[in-house]
């Protein structure tokens, strides 16, 4: 069978094959005893430094009390102290709390409803609740978070640290920290306040535009309130996903399961992932190029997972409720399979393994950005085949916010996912062009990198681009948070 054949067997085979249950991600922390003498890495296995992450202790909180007493003790102890959700999605090393002395507070039992109001339209939850969650426990009550990322297995803490978003302009926009109206976090205090203390903010403090999007460097938040396109540059190709709200007497039960969120027979994605190695290692490009072709071929003939009736697709408009439609994460929530399938990321198999390069950039100047891009690929026609096995560069709407580090102006976001090899010193096929689209993105677009992706480069300077980066920093030292007297 020639390489070629082999690489198109394989791209079907991961489209294809997909199984009834997975074995859900590993828990991202690791303790040689029971809840001490721990690491902790993110879902994909590796920090973009590939360091090791480690810390003395990690607690399990599973109320607001239990977060009190831990920020307390530690806070007397003087230990440093770092936020980690169940799943730690987050490629920078957001969580990890500076060594053996450290503490991990994990939100992973901080997963509860705690109020509905239907009539005022909100709802308050635990910061460790999915998003997944969250959008089924809204539907409930007739409510829906009108824009969310497309993954739904992150957790409501994470995405609002990191300023996660969807895409839109319209309304207060995509991202999900511009519908939180009330936030309860815990801090340390001084000893007259026992050493910790619970901030509650609300749309009357202007406070809650520091706490938004927080980096994890505030304190533990407890609670929350709540009241694309896909570009395949190579082929000059882009897929607009638009959704519109349809009348009330119009009905539909269309599920939206995203093909690559789903579980993976794990024997076909190290398939995948040795012929990808092969491709890379031997600089086959022309077949990378075949590859990407043939992937978003299969995709759009699937309807990249969306189904009319939650089991076949008849054809678009596909229509159905916003919490079938808006995110996915089916490979999160099935139950163990001993690793038969998982997750295509997962790293306990060898799986996808990837980098992500994410930005975004003024409406004002995006055009010239995409011109460059295409300037680029012009010159060197083969060098973002890559990207499309990764289904190309999607692009989402992001509107100006009023978080001090959430988005400072109505924007494009770029969201460019490849192949990464897990020796560092192998370096990519046109690892030359990719360094140079990130490079423009930031330095010449003055583009804002997502808080939870990227590698360093794209944080150099970035507190500049930010007009009230001050009144955070003010926050973040002067209210008592988790980077005061030197806890981070």
């Keep these: 069978m020639s390489s070629t054949r082999k690489l198109l067997r394989s791209n079907f085979l991961l489209i294809l094959f997909i199984a009834a249950s997975c074995s859900p991600p590993d828990d991202p922390v690791k303790c040689s005893t029971k809840d001490s003498d721990c690491t902790i890495t993110n879902c994909y296995g590796m920090f973009p430094d590939r360091s090791t992450c480690r810390a003395g202790n990690v607690a399990y909180p599973g109320t607001e009390e239990e977060i009190v007493s831990i920020v307390s003790a530690a806070t007397k102890a003087g230990k440093k102290m770092k936020v980690v959700t ?45 998003l997944s969650q969250l959008i089924e426990e809204a539907a409930k009550a007739g409510l829906a978070l009108p824009y969310a990322p497309y993954w739904s297995g992150a957790t409501i803490g994470g995405i609002l640290s990191t300023g996660s978003h969807g895409s839109s302009l319209w309304g207060k926009g995509s991202a999900v920290h511009d519908y939180v109206i009330g936030m309860r976090i815990v801090s340390p205090g001084g000893p007259d306040e026992g050493y910790a203390k619970i901030r509650i903010l609300n749309e009357s403090h202007e406070d809650l535009n520091a706490a938004k999007v ?70 086959l490009d022309e077949l990378k190029c075949v590859s990407a072709g043939v992937t978003t071929t299969i995709l759009g003939a699937i309807a990249y997972g969306l189904t009319n009736n939650g089991i076949i697709f008849t054809g678009y408009p596909v229509i159905g409720y916003q919490n079938r ?27 996808e393994f990837f980098h992500q390069t994410t930005f975004k950039i003024s409406l004002s100047v995006v055009q010239s950005f995409i011109e ?56 990519r096929l046109y690892e030359d062009i990719l360094e140079e689209i990130e490079q423009m993105a ?30 955070f920093l003010k926050f973040r030292v002067g209210k008592g948070m988790l980077a005061a007297r030197g806890i981070k």
């Design 442 to 471: 930031v330095f010449k677009y003055g583009g804002l990198p997502h808080w939870g992706k990227n590698r360093n480069i794209a944080f150099d300077g970035v507190f500049k681009k930010y007009r009230n980066v001050t009144e």
């Design 372 to 427: 460059d891009v295409q300037s680029l690929v012009a010159l060197e026609p083969k060098s973002l085949c890559g990207l499309e096995l990764y289904n190309g560069i999607l692009m989402r709407y992001v509107k100006a916010s009023s978080a001090y580090l959430g988005s400072q102006e109505d924007a494009l976001d770029f969201d460019i996912t490849y192949y990464r090899s897990k020796d560092p010193l192998t370096p």
């Design 325 to 351: 439609l808006q995110s996915s994460s089916s490979c999160v929530n099935s139950p163990e399979d001993g690793l038969i399938t998982a997750c295509p990321w997962d790293p306990r198999i060898k799986g």
């Design 86 to 130: 169940s799943f730690a999605h987050s490629i920078p090393k957001l969580a990890c709390p500076d060594g053996v002395d450290g503490l991990l507070i994990s939100t992973k039992y901080l997963n509860h409803v705690v109020n509905v109001d239907a009539a005022a339209m909100t709802m308050t939850v635990e910061s460790g609740m999915a």
């Design 214 to 283: 927080s980096l994890g460097v505030l304190g533990v938040i407890s609670q929350h309130e709540f009241a694309d396109m896909s570009w395949y540059p190579s082929q000059r190709q882009v897929v607009y996903r638009v959704d519109d709200r349809v009348s009330p007497d119009v009905s539909g039960e269309g599920l939206y399961d995203f093909t690559g969120f789903r579980d993976t027979l794990s024997l076909v994605a190290e398939s995948i992932r040795t012929t990808e190695e092969t491709q890379e290692s031997n600089g």
